[in-house]
């Protein structure tokens, strides 16, 4: 019952768009409008919605992610981790509130992940992965940076991760994210892959 009310909790937590949400209450406007990916993430609520839109975006989504899984590990877990770290970034990409249509999940992922601290090694390997891939081994655009990150972490978590349930619940969340992306209407222009030192 209270891995049951963990993931429902997560799933309903990931629902709540908070780029939509932020965006109406700050400046009565949908941050998604006139952007290229429809995303209702960080990245169009900084910049269609302001510092503080995007800011408060970046907290809560990354709060909605962290606290189900965080609370959850605090007591006695089962095998049904793995969908407690999942449901929120399936919530977000998923929700149930606006009609299945969400975001990309990048930043409620984060939160997840680090909500398993003190096992810090999940998030870590997701973010040196976004730091190589932006900034030495540099794929663009970014849809496919994305795709490759979360194929990266995937099998470096399969490799170095101790818990089979946090690798699965990962696994779950890069089904998700894929889905996402590869469903997006954003033009997917051809992939172009360059080292730090190429211009």
Same mark, same amino acid.
């Given at each position: 019952?209270? $891995?049951?009310?963990?993931? *429902?909790?997560?799933?309903?937590?990931?629902?709540?768009?908070?780029?939509?949400?932020?965006?109406?209450?700050? +400046? +009565?406007?949908?941050?998604?409008?006139?952007?290229? $990916?429809?995303?209702?993430?960080?990245?169009?609520?900084?910049?269609?919605?302001?510092?503080?839109?995007?800011?408060?975006? =970046?907290?809560? $989504? =990354? #709060?909605?992610?962290?606290?189900?899984?965080? *609370?959850?590990?605090?007591?006695?877990?089962?095998? #049904?981790?793995?969908?407690?770290?999942?449901?929120? @970034?399936?919530? !977000?990409?998923?929700? @149930?509130?606006? !009609?299945?249509?969400?975001?990309?999940?990048?930043?409620?992922?984060?939160?997840?992940? =680090?909500? *398993?601290?003190?096992?810090?090694?999940?998030?870590? &390997?997701?973010?040196?992965?976004?730091?190589?891939?932006?900034?030495?081994?540099?794929?663009?655009?970014?849809?496919?940076?994305? &795709?490759?990150?979360?194929?990266?972490?995937?099998? *470096?978590?399969? @490799?170095?991760?101790? $818990? &089979?349930?946090?690798?699965?619940?990962?696994? =779950?969340?890069?089904?998700?994210?894929?889905?996402?992306?590869?469903?997006?209407?954003?033009?997917?222009?051809?992939?172009?892959? +360059?080292?730090?030192?190429?211009?």
């Amino acid at each position: 019952m209270r $891995d049951m009310i963990y993931i *429902l909790s997560g799933y309903l937590a990931g629902s709540i768009l908070f780029a939509r949400v932020f965006g109406w209450l700050l +400046k +009565k406007t949908d941050v998604t409008e006139n952007t290229s $990916d429809g995303n209702p993430g960080t990245a169009n609520a900084f910049q269609n919605g302001g510092f503080l839109c995007g800011a408060l975006t =970046l907290v809560c $989504d =990354l #709060l909605k992610g962290f606290l189900p899984v965080f *609370l959850y590990t605090r007591g006695q877990t089962t095998f #049904l981790l793995a969908l407690v770290i999942a449901a929120p @970034v399936i919530g !977000h990409i998923f929700p @149930v509130l606006f !009609h299945f249509r969400g975001g990309k999940g990048i930043a409620t992922t984060f939160g997840c992940l =680090l909500g *398993l601290l003190p096992n810090y090694i999940p998030a870590m &390997l997701l973010a040196l992965l976004f730091i190589f891939f932006s900034l030495i081994l540099r794929i663009t655009p970014h849809y496919y940076r994305t &795709l490759a990150t979360y194929l990266g972490a995937e099998l *470096l978590l399969y @490799v170095f991760s101790r $818990d &089979l349930c946090i690798w699965i619940g990962f696994s =779950l969340i890069f089904a998700a994210v894929a889905a996402r992306m590869l469903t997006s209407k954003e033009e997917k222009t051809p992939p172009e892959v +360059k080292l730090l030192w190429m211009r």
